[in-house]
């Protein structure tokens, strides 16, 4: 609510008049800033028909900070002419004064100065009028005492384009009686109590009017569904990290970037139709790589690099069989095969979060679908201890307090990354986990133990052919 004397002095300015008051007008004479008055006008309109306000625009010429300053000091053209005696004033000392530069260039225009540059002690100034007329000071006091009319539009648009004046709109209230006008203000009740009409005292109450034409409360709905939360968290964590997206928008892969060059033999069991969904149409991929396959066939089938391979007998049938990814490790062979073909190896940190697809029974914690979460960092020289330091880092920042365990972590296998064209001391080192796991345990679906500590259990364990993996979990 308004201060309530301003309220009462507005009203009784209503009181006295017939046909209205300006409320710019009210304030000027009150002596306060005018949106006290705005503040009085809305506090009296919230309280029933005891005003009419009717909002107006006008606009108006004003001093901007400057042009007050020369209104009370001069033009900066006027306070070099008064700055320079009859003998004249070098013009370095002229420069050292705040108005010199604007001034001498202006008063030169006005032809109230001139510049001997042969004087032996350098360039000097001198007056050529006896005095001046600063008509800019004149017509900004115009304008101060409100008498703008009194200039020309070519006289304020000169004013404007020197920042002295500028044109504003202002916004005013004409305020006249409502139909319930009174210069005592009572305040409408918004609701009908028991006890109102128990003593039946809401008779005597006035009550404010019903605003059909208000928004109601909106209803709650669309919400962002759990695992769309946790994927946001999952994803700043990452990109906190100071790691890089990887795209992700290919679900249909070849076998062989899916298997093939993860050194995944083409016997092994997660390449049965049991566990993989294979296409019909398009059944074949057929564009590679291929110098980058022959290696991989090389290393397969004969060994290489350290490794004697499986020795078995490597076929590009297998390989091109096109699939729904089994896991997004496929994206990130082919962003280490592309970053090994860069002139120059520089680290990375890749990460993604994607759909992937498995050929499952269908039960109450089994989908043909999930979300893979995968981390990537590729280096010289990296170990397991950089490989424990960032997971401890990364699920720090998770903050879970429950944890079962949640997913792989390892070190790629030289068999998978040399055929590539990494260089030999380059390391990578991964993690992966799935998305539907953690978000079960944040949102407490699973009867879980609680967590004692964050210490990272790495047990050395051969699960995935294409790294020396670790069974992450918490303990």
Do not use: C
């Not at 503040?39 to 306000?53: E, M």
């Not at 006008?58 to 053209?77: D, P, Q, R, V, Y």
């Not at 002229?94 to 604007?102: Q, T, Y």
């Not at 008063?107 to 600063?134: C, Y």
């Amino acid at each position: 609510m308004a201060d309530a004397g301003v309220v009462e002095t507005l009203l009784r300015r209503i009181e006295k008049v017939d046909d209205g008051v300006d409320s710019l007008e009210v304030a000027n004479s009150l002596g306060v800033d005018h949106q006290v008055i705005v503040g009085a006008v809305k506090s009296l309109q919230s309280v029933g028909d005891v005003i009419s306000a009717e909002l107006r625009s006008s606009k108006h010429w004003e001093l901007t900070e400057e042009g007050m300053e020369i209104a009370e000091n001069g033009s900066h053209e006027a306070r070099v002419f008064s700055s320079i005696p009859l003998e004249g004033l070098a013009q370095s000392e002229l420069m050292k004064l705040s108005f010199g530069k604007i001034g001498f260039s202006k008063a030169m225009s006005s032809k109230w100065i001139r510049v001997d540059k042969t004087h032996e002690g350098g360039p000097r100034i001198f007056r050529t009028v006896e005095s001046i007329e600063d008509q800019v000071r004149e017509k900004l006091l115009l304008v101060q005492k409100g008498n703008t009319s009194q200039l020309e539009e070519k006289e304020k648009n000169e004013l404007k384009k020197r920042k002295l004046l500028s044109e504003v709109t202002v916004k005013t209230y004409w305020i006249t009686k409502g139909n319930s006008f009174s210069t005592t203000i009572t305040k409408q009740e918004t609701e009908l109590t028991p006890e109102m009409i128990a003593t039946g005292n809401w008779k005597e109450k006035k009550f404010k009017p019903y605003n059909f034409e208000a928004m109601g409360v909106a209803p709650d709905s669309g919400h962002l569904h759990p695992l769309m939360k946790v994927r946001t968290q999952f994803r700043q964590i990452f990109l906190e990290m100071g790691f890089t997206e990887m795209p992700t928008n290919n679900f249909i892969e070849s076998s062989f970037w899916n298997f093939d060059s993860l050194f995944q033999p083409q016997q092994h069991p997660a390449r049965d139709q049991h566990d993989t969904f294979f296409l019909s149409d398009p059944a074949l991929a057929h564009e590679f790589p291929q110098d980058y396959l022959e290696r991989v066939k090389k290393v397969h089938s004969e060994g290489g690099f350290g490794s004697q391979g499986y020795k078995y007998d490597w076929k590009i049938e297998e390989a091109q069989k096109n699939i729904l990814r089994t896991h997004t490790t496929a994206v990130s062979a082919r962003m280490l095969y592309k970053l090994a073909q860069q002139e120059k190896f520089t680290p990375v940190k890749y990460f993604s979060i994607d759909r992937v697809f498995r050929n499952e029974t269908l039960d109450a914690t089994h989908l043909a679908e999930f979300h893979q979460i995968e981390g990537v960092v590729a280096d010289y020289g990296l170990t397991l201890g950089d490989l424990m330091g960032i997971l401890h880092q990364f699920f720090t920042k998770l903050g879970l307090k429950k944890w079962v365990e949640v997913g792989n972590s390892g070190v790629f296998r030289p068999e998978m990354l040399l055929p590539m064209g990494l260089p030999e001391d380059v390391s990578v080192i991964a993690w992966g986990l799935s998305l539907e796991r953690p978000t079960m345990i944040k949102y407490g679906i699973n009867n879980i133990r609680e967590l004692v500590g964050h210490k990272v259990n790495l047990q050395m364990v051969l699960r995935q052919p294409h790294m020396s993996t670790g069974l992450l979990s918490f303990t």
